[in-house]
């Protein structure tokens, strides 16, 4: 059974990567996709009658509360949060870290995360029904001396979907966290690194649309994977 047919998924970072292949696939399920993103707008690239697209960034209360107004606009509701939207920087001399590239950081990984679950609770709470999807990366459970900053921000955003998946239990709305390893994606830029051992954008789609696609009384709350090659080393 096809548990993603309609439902109304407001996405942000769906300009590339991994948010950009999640919509795709999530079109596909024939569900209802709203892109949220800071950089081009993914309607504009891709004409289908279930995409809408939205330029904003997640750190802006004022971006985020008008985001969410034109989805209900345009689709009615949210059912489904999908936070993908972030940022890494490398920071491997804490000593020599900027304030900015901190606060950049904290800004898109835990304030956007925030400010998108609070703007989807206030829809779903009155339904008694939705799914906040939160992508964390490994980098939330293990830490890494080349980044201490960026594992700082997702370790923040999985005690903030922790603890808030345990308040809204009893209100029908599930709370999963989405962990995958090092993901081959421009996030990593010109930077000289395996890619040949990361998991595909394809992959990370997947298994969002297999958490989306469970029914309603099966909750996931957390799942981490890792392509086996970056593991073996």
């Not at 548990?3 to 950009?20: D, M, P, Q, R």
């Not at 606009?73 to 900027?98: E, K, Q, Y």
């Not at 008694?128 to 960026?150: C, D, E, K, L, W």
Request: hydrophobic share 40%.
């Amino acid at each position: 059974m096809n548990y993603l047919e309609n439902k109304v998924i407001f996405i942000t970072g769906a300009s590339g990567g991994i948010g950009k292949a999640t919509a795709l696939r999530l079109l596909e399920e024939g569900a209802r996709v709203f892109d949220f993103s800071r950089t081009h707008k993914l309607a504009d690239a891709i004409n289908h009658e279930n995409l809408r697209s939205f330029r904003g960034d997640v750190s802006q209360e004022a971006d985020v509360q008008a985001g969410f107004a034109a989805c209900v606009d345009a689709f009615g509701t949210v059912d489904v949060l999908i936070n993908n939207a972030g940022m890494g920087v490398l920071t491997t001399d804490l000593s020599a870290t900027d304030l900015d590239t901190y606060e950049q950081m904290v800004n898109i990984n835990m304030r956007g995360v925030f400010l998108c679950n609070r703007e989807a609770l206030k829809l779903m709470k009155p339904k008694q029904q939705g799914h906040i999807v939160t992508v964390i990366s490994m980098a939330g459970q293990r830490t890494n001396p080349n980044a201490p900053v960026y594992a700082a921000s997702k370790f923040g955003a999985r005690g903030l979907s922790s603890g808030l998946a345990d308040q809204v239990l009893k209100e029908g709305i599930k709370v999963t966290d989405v962990n995958p390893g090092p993901t081959d994606s421009n996030y990593w830029g010109d930077r000289k690194v395996a890619r040949e051992k990361f998991l595909k954008v394809d992959d990370v789609a997947n298994v969002i649309a297999f958490v989306l696609n469970q029914p309603d009384y099966v909750l996931i709350r957390e799942i981490n994977f890792d392509n086996m090659k970056f593991l073996a080393g």
